[in-house]
């Protein structure tokens, strides 16, 4: 059995599956890499979808009738749906995760790489006849407002109907971006399969299920070819491939070459009571709390805080010498664990029509809970497993990593820069993670080359999101550690470039915990909307009008800067929030030395010079 691309020397040219040929596509490699893929992948139809409501209702009323969704109190939750995944298919998978670029040395220490020709052949072999019996989808998009300067397009090949309407929510899908994909437009290629004939364990083939995945599982990235080819998982971020795969892995690399960063940040528009907007763009890692800052409700009077996104941001210099940035994305894909009206009503706004939930747990009156939604668990529930669940079961009724899918237009805070196709302009970066200690609430980092260096030697507490042990500390590098699709002492050197580039246009860099604990584990701040007091003392660090002392780490507020009135910390509380113990700090720079160690001589000569300083300083401390 020949795994292989079809030869054009096959004796029987076998027929090309319906659909799959269309004649009024502008682009010809578009046009013919659909057919080919089809001809690989032996669909018994091809369907290029439009984007359309008709297609929404449609799919998902397919998908209800075969058992793989289920469809919500229209009285509750209009137009929404559970779907509860393969109990090994529930996150992003790292250690099946590769970068393909040609040179191995590309990739870089903290990437899985393997030969671009070897890692074809063996897809080649996986998705040979993949798509027998499925239908075979086009799904063209836009990263970013269609036709818009920072924007870019792309086209998914799927045959998982989750992942197109999941791609309906989260891009701009269908007719407008194939539109505006001309005969030389570049174009990012994404084929998904979920992997079919499944497979158990054993090896054994089993029939089609309401969540089709693959034991077998690769989330494979061409940097050089701008294409990424994803097999045996259904699941978010290894299935929406716009998603992590191009707008962060490939776009990082593009954003290399062609000087702009694609960054794992949240966009903001924050307001003074004056009326003066500040663009605030944020890195964390996964499931650190961005959905949540970017939909926060300031706890100060006068302030208010704007969505223009939670997970992805592309930063261009501008001709105003400024940095601009856009959400690539159109919907939020957001861990709903832990999210409830009292400490994110704006989320909870947003997922209340046109959702999908992915492994929450389900009420008999067909609503949807999960751990942290209300204080209480309901008395009995259907569990992510679909299992009967009681208060007693012992395990959690949602998955850690639960999701929902909702567009952004449903997101009452959405800011009306959304709509900027030439982006916001950046006033300040911030950088954050988990950490329990060391890490003050807030630090001006107070250059670029300080800032860089915070953001390279981020470290953070793992999360459900991953997978591993919840709570290790992991160096994770502007929260990029799993979607840098290059080399990472590249990628520091290359926003070292960026900043050099912008010089005084460049933003102000931040960084930020709120996750600091006193010695009996309790948290000292309590986060959430009272975040806008942070985010209120960053604002006046740009205008100028925050007071800050020096640490050996960098600025913090100075006594009565930061708004705490009405919080009811105790002196001493503040002061662990801000304290910076040099002892700690030092053994920090033991482990940042290890981690640059990593990276051989890829790691920038000026961030040596600034663990150096920083050395210097904590000595002096
Ligand atoms: C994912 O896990 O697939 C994802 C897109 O989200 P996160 O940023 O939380 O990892
Ligand atoms: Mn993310
Ligand atoms: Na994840």
Redesign the pocket.
């Known amino acids: 059995h020949n795994h292989a691309f079809p030869p054009v020397w096959a004796s029987a040219i076998p027929e090309v599956p319906d659909g799959a040929r269309r004649h009024d596509v502008a682009n010809k490699q578009l046009a013919d890499w659909v057919v080919r893929i089809a001809l690989l992948t032996r669909p018994d139809e091809v369907v290029w979808c439009d984007g359309s409501d008709e297609e929404w209702n449609r799919l998902t009323t397919e998908m209800t009738d075969a058992g793989s969704l289920v469809r919500l109190d229209p009285g509750v939750h209009p137009d929404s749906f559970l779907a509860r995944s393969d109990p090994d298919d529930v996150?992003?998978m790292e250690d099946r995760t590769f970068i393909c670029s040609r040179s191995e040395a590309d990739a870089g220490p903290t990437n899985n790489w393997r030969d671009p020709a070897d890692m074809h052949t063996e897809l080649n072999a996986l998705f040979a006849e993949s798509m027998r019996g499925r239908t075979m989808y086009v799904v063209p998009y836009s990263m970013g407002p269609v036709g818009g300067a920072i924007s870019q397009v792309g086209v998914q090949i799927t045959d998982s109907p989750y992942a197109v309407i999941s791609l309906s929510i989260m891009t701009r899908m269908g007719d407008d971006a194939l539109a505006v994909i001309g005969p030389d437009t570049d174009w990012v290629a994404g084929v998904h399969s979920v992997g079919y004939p499944l497979r158990d364990r054993d090896g054994l083939r089993r029939d089609d299920v309401p969540w089709p995945s693959n034991p077998v599982k690769y989330v494979s990235h061409f940097p050089e070819e701008r294409a990424i080819w994803s097999f045996g998982s259904g699941?978010?971020?290894?299935a929406?491939l716009p998603?992590?795969c191009f707008a962060l892995r490939i776009a990082s690399v593009m954003a290399r070459d062609e000087g702009w960063l694609a960054e794992?940040m949240l966009l903001l528009k924050l307001t003074s009571p004056a009326g003066r907007a500040f663009h605030i763009a944020a890195a964390f890692p996964?499931?650190c709390g961005?959905t949540n800052l970017a939909m926060l409700r300031p706890t100060i009077p006068g302030w208010d805080v704007e969505t223009i996104g939670d997970?992805i941001a592309w930063l261009r210099p501008g001709d105003d010498g400024r940095l601009h940035a856009i959400n690539p994305e159109a919907g939020f894909?957001g861990?709903a664990p832990g999210t409830s009206v009292q400490n994110n009503p704006v989320a909870i706004d947003t997922m209340r029509k046109h959702t999908i939930f992915t492994n929450v747990a389900l009420t008999e009156d067909g609503e949807v809970w999960w751990e942290g939604k209300t204080d209480e668990p309901p008395a009995h529930l259907i569990d992510w497993r679909g299992q009967y669940w009681t208060p007693a079961s012992g395990t959690p009724a949602a998955h850690p990593?639960a999701?929902f899918t909702a567009p952004i237009e449903q997101c009452r805070t959405l800011a009306d820069d959304w709509y900027e196709a030439d982006g916001v302009p950046i006033d300040a970066i911030v950088f954050g993670g988990r950490r329990a200690s060391n890490v003050p609430l807030v630090v001006d980092t107070g250059d670029w080359e300080h800032g860089v260096f915070v953001g390279a030697t981020v470290s953070s507490e793992r999360t459900a999101?991953?997978e591993g042990r919840v709570g290790e500390l992991r160096r994770d590098p502007f929260g990029m550690l799993?979607f840098v699709g290059y080399d990472m002492g590249d990628y520091w050197q290359h926003w070292l470039d960026v900043g050099a580039a912008l010089g005084s246009g460049a933003p102000k860099i931040f960084q930020v915990n709120w996750f600091r604990q006193d010695e009996e584990g309790a948290f000292l701040w309590p986060g959430f909307g009272e975040n806008s007091r942070v985010l209120a003392w960053i604002a006046g660090r740009v205008s100028g009008e925050a007071e800050a002392v020096d640490t050996a780490i960098g600025e913090v507020p100075a006594p009565g800067s930061l708004d705490v009135t009405g919080l009811g910390l105790g002196a001493t509380v503040l002061q662990s929030l801000l304290d910076v113990d040099p002892v700690a700090w030092l053994e920090e720079c033991d482990r940042t030395e290890e981690f640059f160690a990593r990276f051989g001589d890829r790691v920038p000569g000026r961030l040596r010079d600034e663990l150096a300083r920083l050395r210097e300083r904590l000595a002096g401390a």
């Open positions: 996150a992003r699941y978010g971020g290894n929406l998603k992590k794992h996964s499931a961005k997970d894909f861990v990593n999701r999101a991953q799993p």
